[in-house]
């Protein structure tokens, strides 16, 4: 139940097109939602994040959709660009014993063509 | 965004020799942090979570003797593999949470590879 699942597991798009990356989840005592990007040999950096009292959240090119009753949330990346090819990952957080937990996605591997 | 700071970046050692991973956050204060272990092309796999002035509290499967976690102060974590062996040659990741606004930020991560 406190698992995340994305998809899909790799991603290929146009330059200039849009890339989207979906997740679900199971747990509604998730209260927190943030999108990683990673690229080889770095650690994840956050992109965005949403609370689930919203259901849409934009920052520049990316933008992420929250639908609380399908328990899904999905990160869109508008405009790819080649430099956005990297590993997405979806979390939710959760609070367990009074501490802090934030459950990864599988990852996506997202490569813009140029 | 906030940064987290982690040092070595990579490290090559012995076999049977121990290493030490430090993260730090620079500009919060960090109450929790957390440990990963990245295989390749694979997910974030949280070791431990660390609260600071208080003991890591262990996932299932992760031997607590070998990664001995020590969270000082509220900036600084330090991860220790000890008796390195080459199945603990991996990607190490920590996470720090800013208490402010609840985001989770990571470090660069540390190569470690043991001979």
């Known amino acids: 139940q406190q698992q995340v699942k994305q998809s899909p597991q790799s991603l290929i798009v146009q330059k200039g097109g849009i890339s989207i990356i979906n997740c679900a989840y199971e747990n509604t005592a998730f209260d927190y939602f943030p999108w990683y990007q990673q690229f080889p040999g770095k650690g994840p950096a956050l992109l965005i994040a949403?609370?689930?009292?919203?259901s849409e959240k934009k920052e520049g090119r990316f933008t992420i959709s929250f639908n609380k009753s399908a328990k899904q949330f999905s990160l869109h990346i508008m405009d790819s660009q080649p430099g956005d090819s990297a590993t997405y990952f979806c979390?939710?957080?959760?609070?367990?014993?009074?501490?802090?937990?934030?459950?990864f996605g599988t990852g996506t591997r997202l490569k813009v063509l140029a | 965004g906030a940064v987290v700071s982690q040092h070595p970046s990579w490290v090559i050692c012995k076999s049977g020799t121990s290493v030490k991973i430090e993260c730090r956050s620079l500009d919060f204060q960090a109450t929790t942090m957390f440990w990963y272990r990245q295989f390749p092309k694979q997910s974030l796999m949280l070791m431990a979570t660390?609260?600071?002035?208080?003991?890591?509290?262990?996932e299932q499967g992760v031997e607590k003797d070998k990664f001995l976690i020590n969270h000082a102060s509220l900036t600084l974590s330090t991860l220790t593999v000890t008796s390195a062996h080459p199945e603990d040659s991996s990607f190490y990741i920590c996470?720090?949470?800013?208490?402010?606004?609840?985001?989770?930020?990571f470090g660069q991560g540390t190569r470690l590879t043991v001979v």
């Open positions: 979390a939710a957080s959760i609070i367990t014993s009074g501490t802090y937990k934030y459950i």
């Open positions: 949403i609370r689930p009292d919203v």
């Open positions: 996470s720090a949470r800013d208490p402010g606004g609840g985001e989770a930020f």
């Open positions: 660390s609260n600071e002035g208080s003991k890591a509290t262990y």
